[in-house]
């Protein structure tokens, strides 16, 4: 079960690393350090070999014991994808990530789905696209959006990613606000 583990993660550093250089020349650390969360979208629309790149890598997620504990509702859909975030913009993506409501017990769903959340968010940001993570919208999603997103009995709302390419009309680099300096952040013994 180990090596299992260990041969995940392995897994998916190499196809993040092969996925991030082969399109963006950058390394992934080099990705997350300039990564930031986009707000502004154009109407440019995620091709369907990005959306399945971007699966694949949420898939290759750790998860306690394995379980993969998850399902990913993609929303291409305009109206669905506006009833679920605020300017939605057409060509947008959304995927809906679902966890089991019963885990098994040692298992932590909403950790590992959030480990599949950001696997998806650095892959959309590797392909030069745009991504942000909300957590506002789940609880409308799990009270009235369930049977319209097909999400599954037994199954939970728990992060909502949107993909989209950016708007480089918007100068969203320097407006966003800055990260905490590793002196404040960091403990060392």
């Given at each position: ?74 929303v291409k859909d305009n109206a669905l994808g506006a009833s679920i975030v605020k300017n939605f913009t ?100």
């Open positions: 079960m180990y090596r299992k583990s260990l041969l995940s993660l392995f897994l998916v550093f190499v196809l993040s690393t092969v996925i991030l250089l082969g399109q963006t020349g950058k390394s992934v650390a080099e990705v997350i350090k300039s990564g930031y969360s986009v707000k502004s979208f154009s109407s440019d629309p995620v091709s369907d070999n990005d959306v399945k790149t971007i699966l694949e890598c949420g898939m290759k997620a750790p998860s306690a014991m394995n379980k993969q504990p998850w399902k990913f509702t993609v057409q060509g947008n993506v959304l995927i809906v990530v679902s966890g089991a409501e019963s885990p098994t017990p040692g298992a932590s769903v909403e950790f590992d789905c959030g480990l599949a959340t950001q696997n998806m968010y650095i892959a959309a940001e590797g392909l030069g696209l745009g991504a942000h993570i909300y957590a506002s919208p789940v609880r409308d999603v799990n009270e009235t959006k369930k049977q319209a997103l097909g999400i599954p009995d037994g199954y939970k709302a728990i992060s909502v990613l949107r993909i989209g390419h950016i708007d480089k009309s918007v100068d969203a680099t320097s407006a966003a606000s800055s990260r905490k300096n590793a002196d404040d952040v960091v403990i060392y013994k």
